[in-house]
């Protein structure tokens, strides 16, 4: 498969790196037992567009989304009965999935791992024999799979992305200091037109210690503001960049720029109906609207809130063949770095885009909807008044 660009509409693009990385043992043995051609070299690099106007143009009309969780049967019995074990890792985020193939999953079974996704933000499932192709099958049951224009691939199966630490420290150099990988808080593809939902990365190679990822819940970061700060928020919209720069085909000269778009600070997943903050330290520019100074002080404190609350953060220890899907739209994550690059970590990640993010005034909160709200959460209308007797 000669490199080329993933859209014919891209019309200027730089040619790919050459890659002579030897690919880790397990990694090899699950490619080839997947009829994956490796003849060509490994991964495959597309041939990467160059100025910005084509990547706009390549993701500027909007679609339909129908989200399998908004129609997958609430009490998710079909998912949970053929399961052997199902555990709750912490009380707001995470939960693991034992004795299920995702390759076998039925539809409706699919669906109510969607909704359960939606729920619980990520779900993990150990010990899966699951091919690329059979990754892209489920990403694709879950919607537009996105092929990103510049990031390896799985030779003959585009949408499939290598995650491959040591592949990006080639371009990128690493160390204690400065870690490798995707080792920043950050949520995936928030420049897309429509952003990205469901991710799911199966790691086919772990170190033997470290290399843990961690997720926090966007409910939850939500529901730790006050409520009267949730006015100041709600209805707001940023500005959200890619993480690649590009060319401007119109002014070169002015060095490289990158894809924005505009999305509410606070969303509502279609499938809960909740609200959740929607920022990241790496890729939330700015709040449309504000001076720079005051978007700074509301970001920085969002991005504290969000990163620094452990209690509704999850860290998962993976192990070989280990698949984790979580939902973009409600998550921030981030991959520890910890073992320093001294070991291979490898997998494959398939994303599926989701709708166009929207607010709702009228959505709940996941604790409200649950009936969970304590005092502290509750409106309080006018000033506090304290009386003494």
């Avoid at 885009?353 to 509750?378: I, M, N, V």
Wanted: glycine letters at 6%; aromatic letters at 8%; hydrophobic letters at 35%.
């Amino acid at each position: 498969m000669a490199p080329a660009p993933i859209d014919e509409r891209i019309k200027d693009v730089a040619e790919p790196r050459k890659d002579t990385l030897g690919l880790p043992e397990p990694a090899l043995q699950r490619l080839k037992k997947a009829g994956v051609d490796l003849s060509n070299g490994y991964p495959y690099r597309p041939a990467r567009p160059l100025y910005l106007q084509d990547v706009y143009n390549i993701r500027s009309k909007e679609w339909k989304h129908n989200d399998a969780g908004a129609r997958a049967d609430k009490s998710k019995s079909a998912l949970f009965s053929a399961a052997t074990k199902v555990t709750d890792l912490t009380a707001h985020i995470g939960t693991e999935i034992e004795g299920l193939q995702l390759k076998d999953l039925t539809d409706q079974q699919k669906d109510e791992l969607a909704l359960l996704i939606a729920e619980r933000s990520v779900v993990f499932f150990r010990d899966q024999d699951l091919s690329p192709q059979q990754q892209l099958e489920l990403g694709k049951y879950y919607g537009e799979v996105e092929v990103h224009p510049q990031v390896p691939q799985v030779p003959g199966n585009l949408g499939v992305t290598v995650i491959w630490p040591a592949l990006q420290a080639t371009e990128r150099a690493a160390n204690f200091r400065n870690p490798g990988g995707a080792s920043r808080w950050h949520t995936d593809l928030v420049h897309e037109l429509q952003p990205a939902g469901i991710t799911h990365l199966h790691n086919d190679t772990i170190p033997p210690v470290g290399g843990d990822t961690l997720w926090a819940s966007g409910y939850s970061a939500y529901e730790k503001l006050s409520p009267d700060f949730r006015k100041i928020i709600d209805g707001k919209l940023a500005v959200y960049r890619s993480a690649h720069p590009y060319l401007d085909r119109e002014n070169p000269e002015a060095g490289p720029k990158y894809v924005e778009r505009v999305h509410p600070l606070v969303r509502v997943h279609p499938a809960t109906g909740w609200k959740a903050l929607w920022v990241n330290r790496a890729m939330t520019d700015r709040i449309v609207g504000l001076d720079k100074a005051e978007s700074d002080v509301i970001l920085n404190y969002l991005y504290d809130v969000y990163e620094r609350n452990v209690d509704i953060q999850v860290r998962f220890r993976w192990t070989p063949n280990t698949s984790a899907l979580w939902d973009n739209r409600i998550t921030i994550h981030n991959a520890s770095w910890d073992y320093g690059g001294k070991h291979p970590r490898h997998g494959t990640r398939v994303t599926t885009l989701g709708e166009k993010p929207y607010f709702d005034p009228t959505a709940p909160t996941r604790r409200e909807a649950l009936g969970l709200l304590d005092e502290s959460e509750k409106e309080v209308d006018g000033p506090a008044i304290r009386t003494f007797g």
